[in-house]
C-alpha cells in the first residue's frame, strides 16, 4: 500500500534509512538536501515501513499545487530495495496531482520519451588508472595545469564571487536557482557532506567547483571556470583533484550531466560510462493556456 504524507508526517529516521539503502547513492532525496532544496516544501509517496518512497517537492502556479524538480535536484522519482514500483507510484501520482514534471533517477523502470544522460566514473581502482583511461588531450591539459597552479579548498564566499564573477548572466538570470544552490550547499557544508575548491594559477583563482558526498556517490553540484583562461586546464584539473583524492574507494564520481554538446564532450575526455534517467510531466490545461497567454504579452 502507498501512503501520501505531509512533510510534517514523515519519520526522517525511516525515510533517510531508505535513502540509504538505495543502490545509486544519489543525495537529492534525503530529507535535509529536499528540506534546503524546496525551503521544506514537499510531501512524499511512502510504502509501509518506508521501503520505499517518493519525494514531492511543491510549488503553486496561480493557485495550482504541482509537483516539481527543484534546481539542485538532478534525480529524484523513487527510492528504496527490493522490486521497484515505480508504475504504481506513477499511477498515484498522476490520480493525485494534475500537474507534474519530474525525474525519475536511473534506477527507476520508467521510461519516457525524454531520456537524459548523465555521466559517472568508478573510482574503487587506482588514480593511476583512472587517469590513464581519460582521453589523450585531458591527461596532457591536466599535467599542463598541475605545472601552473594548485587546488586548494575556498570559502563559499569567494565561491560565489567568482561565480557571479564569470558566468554572470546565469547568475543573474537564475536568482531563484542560485538560491537553492547555496541553501543545499550551506545544510551539505553543516553535515560535512561538502567540499568547496578552486584552482589558483599565478596566485589568480581560475576555476572552482563544488561538490556533496554521500556514502557511496561524490556529485558535483555546480562550477565554473574563467572564460579567459578555459584552456589552461584548471576546470579540467578540479575534477582530477577529486577523482584523485578519492581513488580506490567504493565510490561513484558524478559529473551531473550534460546535454549540451560542448560540456558532454569535455566531460567524455575522463572516460566516464553513460548514465541514462528520465523525465515524465503532465501539463494542467489551465497552466498550459496561462503559460502561452503569459508568452505573448
Same mark, same amino acid.
Given at each position: 500500500?502507498?501512503?501520501?504524507?505531509?512533510?510534517?508526517?514523515?519519520?526522517?529516521?525511516?525515510?533517510?534509512?531508505?535513502?540509504?539503502?538505495?543502490?545509486?547513492?544519489?543525495?537529492?532525496?534525503?530529507?535535509?538536501?529536499?528540506?534546503?532544496?524546496?525551503?521544506?516544501?514537499?510531501?512524499?509517496?511512502?510504502?509501509?515501513?518506508?521501503?520505499?518512497?517518493?519525494?514531492?517537492?511543491?510549488?503553486?502556479?496561480?493557485?495550482?499545487?504541482?509537483?516539481?524538480?527543484?534546481?539542485?535536484?538532478?534525480?529524484?522519482?523513487?527510492?528504496?530495495?527490493?522490486?521497484?514500483?515505480?508504475?504504481?507510484?506513477?499511477?498515484?501520482?498522476?490520480?493525485?496531482?494534475?500537474?507534474?514534471?519530474?525525474?525519475?533517477?536511473?534506477?527507476?523502470?520508467?521510461?519516457?520519451?525524454?531520456?537524459?544522460?548523465?555521466?559517472?566514473?568508478?573510482?574503487?581502482?587506482?588514480?593511476?588508472?583512472?587517469?590513464?583511461?581519460?582521453?589523450?588531450?585531458?591527461?596532457?591539459?591536466?599535467?599542463?595545469?598541475?605545472?601552473?597552479?594548485?587546488?586548494?579548498?575556498?570559502?563559499?564566499?569567494?565561491?560565489?564571487?567568482?561565480?557571479?564573477?564569470?558566468? =554572470?548572466?546565469?547568475? @543573474?538570470? /537564475?536568482? #531563484?536557482?542560485?538560491?537553492?544552490?547555496?541553501?543545499?550547499? &550551506?545544510? !551539505?557544508?553543516?553535515?560535512?557532506?561538502?567540499?568547496?575548491?578552486?584552482?589558483?594559477?599565478?596566485?589568480?583563482?581560475?576555476?572552482?567547483?563544488?561538490?556533496?558526498?554521500?556514502?557511496?556517490?561524490?556529485?558535483?553540484?555546480?562550477?565554473?571556470?574563467? =572564460?579567459?583562461?578555459? @584552456?589552461? /586546464?584548471? #576546470?579540467?584539473?578540479?575534477?582530477?583533484?577529486?577523482?584523485? &583524492?578519492? !581513488?580506490?574507494?567504493?565510490?561513484?564520481?558524478?559529473?551531473?550531466?550534460?546535454?549540451?554538446?560542448?560540456?558532454?564532450?569535455?566531460?567524455?575526455?575522463?572516460?566516464?560510462?553513460?548514465?541514462?534517467?528520465?523525465?515524465?510531466?503532465?501539463?494542467?490545461?489551465?497552466?498550459?493556456?496561462?503559460?502561452?497567454?503569459?508568452?505573448?504579452?
Amino acid at each position: 500500500m502507498i501512503n501520501y504524507l505531509k512533510r510534517s508526517e514523515i519519520n526522517t529516521t525511516k525515510w533517510d534509512a531508505c535513502i540509504d539503502a538505495h543502490p545509486l547513492g544519489l543525495p537529492y532525496a534525503y530529507s535535509w538536501y529536499l528540506d534546503a532544496a524546496t525551503n521544506g516544501h514537499w510531501d512524499a509517496l511512502v510504502t509501509e515501513e518506508y521501503c520505499q518512497v517518493m519525494p514531492l517537492p511543491w510549488n503553486k502556479k496561480w493557485g495550482i499545487k504541482q509537483v516539481y524538480q527543484p534546481h539542485a535536484c538532478q534525480q529524484l522519482g523513487v527510492f528504496g530495495y527490493g522490486e521497484t514500483l515505480c508504475n504504481a507510484f506513477k499511477a498515484e501520482l498522476d490520480q493525485r496531482f494534475k500537474s507534474y514534471h519530474v525525474s525519475f533517477n536511473a534506477a527507476s523502470s520508467v521510461v519516457s520519451s525524454q531520456c537524459y544522460t548523465n555521466y559517472t566514473l568508478d573510482l574503487n581502482q587506482p588514480y593511476e588508472s583512472l587517469f590513464a583511461a581519460y582521453r589523450k588531450d585531458r591527461r596532457k591539459t591536466i599535467r599542463k595545469a598541475k605545472e601552473r597552479g594548485h587546488v586548494q579548498p575556498i570559502s563559499t564566499e569567494d565561491f560565489w564571487a567568482f561565480y557571479h564573477k564569470h558566468d =554572470p548572466v546565469k547568475a @543573474n538570470k /537564475g536568482k #531563484g536557482d542560485i538560491s537553492c544552490f547555496d541553501d543545499v550547499l &550551506q545544510a !551539505a557544508l553543516s553535515r560535512d557532506q561538502a567540499e568547496v575548491i578552486g584552482y589558483f594559477a599565478e596566485g589568480a583563482l581560475e576555476a572552482v567547483n563544488a561538490y556533496t558526498k554521500t556514502q557511496k556517490r561524490i556529485v558535483s553540484l555546480l562550477g565554473v571556470v574563467n =572564460p579567459k583562461v578555459r @584552456n589552461n /586546464g584548471g #576546470g579540467a584539473l578540479v575534477f582530477d583533484h577529486m577523482i584523485e &583524492q578519492y !581513488a580506490e574507494q567504493p565510490l561513484t564520481f558524478d559529473f551531473e550531466g550534460s546535454m549540451l554538446p560542448a560540456v558532454a564532450y569535455f566531460l567524455e575526455g575522463f572516460h566516464p560510462k553513460e548514465e541514462n534517467y528520465y523525465y515524465v510531466e503532465k501539463r494542467h490545461p489551465l497552466l498550459q493556456n496561462l503559460k502561452r497567454l503569459a508568452g505573448k504579452g
